[in-house]
């Protein structure tokens, strides 16, 4: 009835051709938020097979949780907070991207420390000033000094180019202090894509594992990269209607004229945006709208005079190929992105795994 498909072997793909592209970087996949909702336990396990060089995920438990499943490779987490484990962590031997003092005073010994400088996105990392003292403490501590990072803004060019100028005298300041990180890592899929000076030793990838564009108006080279989720339901009613009839909550779609209605059972439990009216699905091979609000369990199509049966299957996003909708469409339909879409599609929808 519903379904969303994952192609792994595509994100493999994707991988290898941005592991080419960072000619010589290490890649890191990042995996958090259920691999952007692809699944992390199985792109997780797909891309360690594949020799995958780093996952990176948010949270701790994240990682633990692929240490549990069996996951060898190196792995590292950013988001912290002092009451984590940190003795479970260096015991499974994830390595630690650390923002603030707190919890860098808190690690015990042979912790493998990636220290974050906030370089202008005002999220985490450390300030300029915290950043010395953080230097000074790795320097005279037990930890390992595993790498230096900042993520960028990508508020413009020249913002992301101010924020390199700010990582290179980080690292500068780092080697001045006696910390010589072995890795340095600033770019995540924008930079890897667009920036070669920011790769360093490694790269940082979640959209662009996935085969989806970091650029809001910009699609990806369907040469370099393809998207790997495909979500399909099946029409489960159809009905003709005269002209003038309301369709779904509060009628913010009144027929025209006599036309048909079909039923698809995907609604916003299952990561359809509520708003999306007028995004255009596909069916038999046309595109035709989604009319009315979109449901909890269900969302309507208007299409029109056209033969579609109960079963037909409806594509609401795929690879753009062939006419098919995609992430990034369903996201302007809804004043958003596809890295949002594609985090939250699931609910009561099967993930079906291609290899
Ligand atoms: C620190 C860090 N690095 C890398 C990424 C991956 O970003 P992208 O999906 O744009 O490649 C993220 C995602 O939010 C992040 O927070």
Same mark, same amino acid.
């Given at each position: 009835? $519903?379904?969303?498909?994952?192609?792994?072997? %595509?994100?493999?793909? *994707?991988?290898?051709? &941005?592991?080419?592209?960072?000619?010589?970087? &290490?890649?890191?996949?990042?995996?958090?938020? *259920? =691999?952007?909702?692809?699944?992390?336990?199985?792109?997780?396990?797909?891309?360690?097979?594949?020799?995958?060089?780093?996952?990176?995920?948010?949270?701790?438990?994240?990682? &633990?949780?692929?240490?549990?499943?069996?996951? #060898?490779? @190196?792995?590292?987490?950013?988001?912290?907070?002092?009451?984590?484990?940190?003795?479970?962590?260096?015991?499974?031997?994830?390595?630690? +991207?650390?923002?603030?003092?707190?919890?860098?005073?808190?690690?015990?010994?042979?912790?493998?420390?990636?220290?974050?400088?906030?370089?202008?996105?005002?999220? @985490?990392?450390?300030?300029?000033?915290?950043?010395?003292?953080?230097?000074?403490?790795?320097?005279?501590?037990?930890?390992?000094?595993?790498?230096?990072?900042?993520? &960028?803004?990508?508020?413009?060019?020249?913002?992301?180019?101010?924020?390199?100028?700010?990582? !290179?005298?980080? *690292?500068?300041?780092?080697?001045?202090?006696? /910390? *010589?990180?072995?890795?340095?890592?600033?770019?995540?899929?924008?930079?890897?894509?667009?920036?070669?000076?920011?790769?360093?030793?490694? %790269? $940082?990838?979640?959209?662009?594992?996935?085969?989806?564009?970091?650029?809001?108006? !910009?699609? /990806?080279?369907?040469?370099?990269?393809?998207? =790997?989720? $495909? %979500?399909?339901?099946?029409? /489960? @009613?159809?009905?003709?209607?005269?002209?003038?009839?309301?369709?779904?909550?509060?009628?913010?779609?009144?027929?025209?004229?006599?036309?048909?209605?079909?039923?698809?059972?995907?609604?916003?439990?299952?990561?359809?945006?509520?708003?999306? !009216?007028?995004?255009?699905?596909?069916?038999?091979? #046309?595109?035709?709208?989604? %009319?009315?609000?979109?449901?909890?369990?269900?969302?309507? /199509?208007?299409?029109?005079?056209?033969?579609?049966?109960?079963?037909?299957?409806?594509?609401?996003?795929?690879?753009?190929?062939? +006419?098919?909708?995609?992430?990034?469409?369903?996201?302007?339909?809804?004043?958003?992105? @596809?890295?949002?879409?594609?985090?939250?599609?699931?609910?009561?929808?099967?993930?079906?795994?291609?290899?």
């Amino acid at each position: 009835m $519903r379904e969303i498909q994952i192609d792994l072997a %595509v994100i493999l793909k *994707n991988y290898r051709k &941005l592991k080419e592209l960072a000619s010589g970087s &290490l890649v890191m996949a990042v995996v958090k938020a *259920n =691999a952007y909702g692809h699944g992390m336990h199985e792109v997780a396990e797909a891309l360690d097979d594949a020799g995958v060089d780093y996952l990176g995920v948010a949270d701790l438990n994240e990682a &633990l949780e692929l240490r549990m499943a069996g996951i #060898k490779t @190196n792995i590292l987490c950013w988001i912290l907070s002092p009451e984590d484990d940190f003795e479970l962590a260096v015991s499974q031997n994830i390595e630690l +991207g650390v923002s603030s003092l707190e919890v860098l005073e808190g690690l015990p010994e042979g912790a493998k420390v990636h220290l974050k400088v906030d370089t202008g996105l005002g999220r @985490n990392g450390f300030t300029q000033g915290d950043f010395g003292k953080a230097l000074e403490f790795l320097a005279e501590s037990k930890l390992y000094p595993e790498g230096l990072f900042s993520h &960028l803004s990508n508020a413009s060019e020249g913002d992301d180019l101010a924020q390199l100028e700010l990582f !290179e005298k980080a *690292n500068v300041m780092a080697l001045q202090k006696g /910390v *010589n990180f072995k890795l340095r890592h600033l770019a995540a899929s924008a930079a890897t894509l667009k920036h070669p000076q920011m790769h360093f030793d490694m %790269v $940082r990838c979640g959209i662009a594992v996935y085969g989806l564009s970091p650029f809001e108006d !910009e699609p /990806v080279d369907p040469g370099l990269l393809q998207p =790997a989720m $495909r %979500v399909v339901a099946n029409v /489960v @009613n159809v009905k003709r209607v005269p002209k003038g009839q309301g369709v779904s909550y509060g009628y913010r779609y009144v027929t025209k004229m006599e036309t048909t209605l079909v039923l698809v059972p995907f609604g916003y439990a299952e990561g359809m945006p509520r708003i999306s !009216e007028n995004h255009e699905v596909l069916i038999q091979g #046309k595109l035709y709208p989604v %009319v009315g609000r979109v449901a909890m369990d269900q969302f309507i /199509v208007d299409v029109s005079d056209a033969k579609i049966r109960i079963g037909d299957e409806v594509v609401i996003f795929g690879d753009g190929q062939k +006419g098919e909708p995609t992430a990034q469409s369903l996201g302007e339909s809804s004043g958003s992105i @596809n890295y949002e879409v594609v985090t939250r599609i699931g609910g009561r929808a099967p993930r079906v795994y291609k290899i």
